[in-house]
């Protein structure tokens, strides 16, 4: 029988509600224990693929093309729980579905409503992850306890104890404990509220994982357990880490979260050895080398909006083989465009220019690129990313002045991006793009064969517009290589640029693949080669 465990949040939004529950995966597989992940977002949205990445952070792409929340990313990269489409329900996924029963007449004429309609419908959603080959789900709700949106999900939460019985599921609940400094103390009356209203519904939380900034003490984990009706053994502290979020999973495991939660669910498997995980927090903290990454882009002060690239820099840095402690720096595409980018680029070991949509700062963008080209900076360009390399190498180097893509500029005579069916109808936004896991073939002798050591490679995709391979002679004889295309060769998955010592683009987002014990092959080549750049420049030039 397949067990549940179900982690809310209190108090505030933003607790790490997604890394605690990749986190508690992470323990429990190493546990040997058949894990499953999933999240349900209250948000009325059917995904968050058209949600702006300033309101939501990045849409995390699965391979089987779902545009999911970027908790998902976390549960990727720590464990190897296999997502797809029913790993992410909204509140819209859930009404959509429900109302197109009861459109086909499924409900036999009777009233429908939250409770039970709504409410079977998650319960369905959660039960599509059980089964022979599963020990644990752990399903994360979205939101904040005491939301209006949350309540149909927090109801069908309690009920499911009900019908699979209360032995099989365990309720944890995140909860803010601050620390005021004009008392001097730690404060626990928000979270004594946040667990009042899980019980008000009916929840009596089983463990509370308590985010503080300060150890707590003794006497505190007391009151709480006393305040919220939970033994004192289940008040886990987890305190802030400054230094990295791969410090959580540790953390978890020396307060000891993974032995409770084994005991309480009677499930079997031994003491996680976290060795690997020890080593590379290890390697972290312990760099050969620091090297600098501009990150040029359209949403640079947004922290999550490019997650999973920050974290796949991070990743490569880690390698046993590189070592290599990554300033990110994220600059604002515009401000290239207004300041140049000498001015902000100059002394950066490698630049990346991320995806994104829409017009705003893509001549930044263009103006980053020239600067790594003709300058040879290391650069990996992804998505967009690859086709602003791809306008900016039609217009400087080729001279078609007015090249573009048509996604901004229907009427460019050098049309070198493009739908590939300019007929295709596009207005209807979310669901026509190329979306998911995709094979893309390897030209030997190239960069990316080099570092993927591989002749075919699975990325996934996010993307509607593509290389106009009319173009595609014309660049090669300008010294471009294709170096990876899809099976028919229609489609430019990779381009290099010979004369240079790093250049790389790829129209997939290999960020979605990277993990912290297995970075990705081209991050790790991009990384390298800006450590290379990097001990070039510190060595002064021999004199004759
Ligand atoms: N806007 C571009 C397109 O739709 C690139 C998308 C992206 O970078 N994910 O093709």
Not at 251 to 257: P, Q
Not at 443 to 451: E, H, I
Request: charge should be negative.
């Amino acid at each position: 029988m397949t067990k549940h465990i179900f982690v809310t949040g209190g108090v505030v939004s933003s607790l790490g509600k997604g890394l605690t529950s990749a986190s508690i995966g992470l323990l429990l597989e190493h546990r040997g224990l058949r894990v499953r992940m999933q999240k349900l977002d209250p948000y009325i949205n059917v995904d968050p693929g058209t949600m702006s990445p300033y309101q939501h952070g990045e849409v995390y792409v699965l391979d089987d093309g779902s545009e999911t929340d970027l908790d998902l990313g976390h549960y990727e990269r720590f464990t190897h729980s296999p997502l797809t489409r029913d790993s992410n329900y909204t509140t819209g996924q859930i009404y959509l579905s429900v109302i197109e029963k009861e459109r086909r007449g499924e409900f036999l004429g009777k009233t429908v409503q939250v409770i039970p309609h709504i409410t079977d419908e998650i319960k369905e959603c959660i039960h599509k992850l059980a089964g022979d080959d599963v020990d644990v789900v752990i399903t994360e709700i979205g939101g904040t306890v005491g939301d209006i949106e949350s309540q149909p999900f927090l109801e069908a939460i309690r009920q499911f104890a009900l019908d699979v019985g209360k032995e099989n599921c365990l309720y944890i609940h995140l909860t803010l404990v601050p620390y005021l400094k004009a008392a001097g103390e730690l404060k626990t009356k928000p979270s004594q509220h946040s667990v009042g209203l899980l019980r008000q519904i009916g929840i009596q939380p089983d463990v509370l994982i308590c985010r503080t900034e300060r150890e707590m003490s003794h006497d505190e984990k007391e009151k709480i357990a006393l305040f919220c009706n939970i033994p004192l053994k289940a008040v886990i502290e987890e305190r802030d880490k400054d230094f990295s979020i791969y410090e959580v999973p540790l953390s978890l495991l020396d307060n000891r979260l993974d032995q409770l939660i084994v005991d309480r669910m009677q499930l079997s498997g031994g003491r996680p050895d976290l060795a690997a995980w020890q080593d590379l927090l290890h390697r972290l903290r312990n760099p050969r080398y620091e090297i600098s990454i501009a990150v040029v882009g359209k949403y640079a002060e947004h922290r999550d909006a490019y997650k999973s690239i920050y974290e796949a820099l991070d990743h490569a840095g880690m390698a046993p083989h590189l070592q290599a402690q990554i300033r990110i720096q994220p600059i604002q595409s515009e401000d290239i465009e207004r300041d140049g980018p000498e001015r902000l680029l100059s002394g950066f070991d490698g630049i990346l220019v991320p995806g994104g949509f829409g017009e705003r700062g893509i001549e930044g963008k263009v103006a980053a690129i020239r600067y790594a080209r003709t300058r040879k900076i290391p650069f990996f360009g992804i998505c967009l990313g690859m086709q602003c390399a791809v306008i900016e190498f039609a217009r400087n180097v080729l001279g078609f002045e007015d090249a573009h893509s048509t996604e901004f500029q229907k009427d460019t005579s050098h049309p070198v991006i493009c739908l590939l069916d300019e007929q295709k109808d596009v207005t209807r936004k979310g669901g026509t793009m190329r979306l998911g896991g995709q094979d893309a073939y390897l030209v030997p002798n190239s960069l990316a064969r080099q570092c993927y050591q591989s002749e075919t490679v699975r990325e996934r995709h996010r993307h509607r517009y593509e290389f106009n391979s009319h173009f595609r002679s014309t660049f090669e004889e300008a010294g471009v290589r294709f170096s990876g295309t899809n099976a028919d060769q229609k489609l430019m998955e990779i381009l290099e640029i010979e004369d240079h010592p790093w250049f790389l683009a790829v129209q997939f987002h290999p960020e979605f693949q990277s993990k912290p014990l297995a970075c990705h092959p081209l991050f790790a080549g991009f990384i390298q080669a800006a450590i290379q750049r990097r001990n070039h420049r510190e060595d002064p030039p021999e004199k004759p």
